[in-house]
């Protein structure tokens, strides 16, 4: 893996991330990476916001509506195809990760020791055949200057002696943190009753744009059966085309379900102390060109 320059702009729905990304790439020759749970789902662009047409042809986007939503994808896949798309990418060129997904973020430049769905599968046979052992069994399985330093809960808690012995035989934590790319790390952030207007302007516009047709379009398709479509202005139409609700009452949930979720991005973001929290565009930039100078 080359562990070149990356720039983050991440931040909570409706904080303009795109806007600012685009005109970074143009200022420092970059490309646009997604970093979007949802937007990576080619049946699901309306209700994810993704950039539109006239954005993407500005500069290189990647990973935006790549993936059917019948097809399973997680962070092991998505941490996949980004390593290899770096590996693809001009070295003049700066690939920019961006996106709400702080869990998808991190994984990359943090380059979370990841598992496969297969690995997990093994793993978690074997979870199984340790919770049918009894506690004398599980202690043998521990090494005995690990098991002396117990204390007498600790030694007949079943589930503790689980644990140990499933740390024992990994190499590595699941999502061990190490630095792996020079990287600047911005958060776009805005006060919550401006978020909450342009989020509302959003949800206009969205239905404007088709959002009620595109969700007609996935429960005709059976697409809305998958999980990737129990997401924000998808679920929120249950039951509208039942007649059980109207589109004002849909408009309200999807508001009020992503006012909930801004509130869990930034609780994520907050963790990061080294982002620097920031919408003036001149700062990201000059930060940004500071990486690439020193790198």
């Not at 990359?108 to 599968?121: G, T």
């Not at 024992?168 to 790319?181: C, I, L, V, Y």
């Not at 849909?250 to 991005?265: A, F, G, L, S, W």
């Not at 609780?267 to 930039?285: E, G, H, S, V, Y």
Request: aromatic share 8%; net charge positive; hydrophobic share 35%.
């Amino acid at each position: 893996m080359n562990f070149r320059p990356l720039i983050v702009i991440a931040g909570p729905t409706a904080t303009g991330k795109s806007d600012i990304a685009i005109k970074l790439a143009k200022a420092i020759n970059g490309v646009i990476i997604n970093a979007d749970s949802r937007q990576i789902y080619k049946e699901m662009r309306i209700g994810t916001a993704r950039p539109s047409d006239e954005q993407v042809q500005q500069v290189p986007h990647y990973l935006y509506g790549t993936v059917s939503v019948k097809d399973p994808y997680n962070i092991y896949e998505y941490q996949k195809d980004v390593f290899k798309l770096l590996e693809t990418i001009p070295e003049v060129q700066t690939p920019i990760l961006v996106g709400g997904t702080g869990l998808y973020i991190d994984c990359v430049i943090y380059n979370y020791n990841l598992k496969s769905q297969s690995e997990m599968d093994i793993d978690n046979e074997r979870r199984n055949k340790l919770a049918k052992l009894s506690i004398e069994e599980l202690q043998k399985q521990i090494p005995k200057d690990i098991l002396e330093r117990l204390n007498n809960s600790d030694k007949n808690n079943p589930r503790r002696l689980q644990r140990i012995i499933e740390r024992g035989s990994m190499s590595t934590d699941n999502q061990e943190k190490k630095e792996a790319f020079p990287c600047k790390y911005f958060v776009l952030g805005l006060p919550s009753d401006v978020l909450k207007g342009r989020i509302e302007k959003r949800v206009d516009q969205m239905i404007k744009n088709g959002l009620i047709e595109e969700n007609k379009r996935l429960r005709e398709e059976e697409l809305d059966k998958y999980p990737a479509c129990n997401s924000i202005g998808y679920s929120e139409f249950a039951g509208y085309f039942e007649n059980e609700k109207t589109i004002g009452e849909v408009k309200d949930e999807i508001v009020t379900n992503t006012m909930h979720y801004v509130k869990r991005q930034r609780t994520w973001f907050k963790r990061n102390k080294n982002a620097i929290w920031a919408t003036d565009f001149d700062l990201i930039l000059k930060e940004s060109e500071n990486l690439l100078k020193n790198s």
